[in-house]
């Protein structure tokens, strides 16, 4: 399976707690988001990496959030902290962009977290 | 603000007969349109898209349509079948100022009967 993958697919913590994500990308995208989507909600932009650079950050990304991209191939997206109102589905997106092209994003499953 | 809206939260349709999804946008400066669909614990599958310099893209059973001047697009599936059966969310991006960043509508989910 060369699609994005995400891991874990569900995580349940307790308010307080830090939490990690992964993203693996599809292997030749240079671009790498974020979204995270709530209950009745379209999915909405976190951030987005080209290759190992963090080029935008969305202002829903409080400090307690950080994203990283070492070497421009996975990213993990870390959450200190964990508040109730975190409790989501961290989706994770990879696409090819050059500027002669334009690719559509490609997302994982999701990783759905519950703080409780 | 919402900047891509989708006004109907679920649509049902007769096996065989024509889907359409609607979406309206706010923000002039998107210049790409996406369709999106999306199963029960996965994460959205492109389906299909549309430049601002187009105003009709078609795949298969799927057509996109796009009207710059009122700001709207829609989706038509024909005919629909009943593994169409998912919530669809529409996307836009600037591209030209923001890269390919997606902006999602609420979605709208699609039940076709058999």
């Known amino acids: 399976d060369t699609g994005v993958s995400q891991d874990p697919r569900h995580k349940i913590t307790k308010r307080g707690q830090n939490v990690t994500f992964r993203c693996d990308p599809i292997s030749e995208h240079n671009r790498l988001y974020w979204y995270r989507q709530t209950l009745g909600q379209g999915p909405e932009f976190l951030t987005y990496f080209q290759n190992e650079a963090q080029l935008e950050k969305s202002r829903l990304l409080s400090d307690r959030f950080s994203a990283e991209r070492p070497k421009g191939s996975f990213s993990t997206l870390e959450i200190q902290r964990t508040e109730q109102g975190d409790s989501a589905m961290y989706l994770c997106?990879?696409?090819?962009?050059?500027?002669?092209?334009?690719?559509?994003?490609?997302f994982g499953q999701g990783t759905r977290l519950t703080v409780v | 603000d919402q900047q891509v809206k989708q006004n109907s939260p679920s649509l049902s349709v007769q096996e065989g007969r024509i889907s359409i999804l609607n979406c309206d946008y706010t923000?002039?400066?998107?210049?790409?349109f996406l369709w999106y669909k999306k199963y029960p614990a996965e994460g959205p599958t492109f389906l299909i898209s549309i430049s601002s310099i187009k105003d009709k893209n078609e795949d298969g059973r799927f057509t996109v349509f796009l009207n710059k001047s009122a700001k709207h697009l829609s989706l038509h599936i024909v005919p629909s079948q009943p593994g169409d059966s998912a919530v669809y969310f529409c996307?836009?991006?600037?591209?030209?100022?923001?890269?390919?960043?997606?902006?999602f509508g609420t979605g709208t989910r699609l039940a076709v009967r058999p």
């Open positions: 996307a836009a991006s600037a591209r030209d100022s923001s890269g390919d960043k997606l902006t």
């Open positions: 997106a990879s696409s090819l962009a050059s500027w002669s092209t334009q690719d559509e994003a490609f």
């Open positions: 923000n002039s400066m998107f210049d790409y």
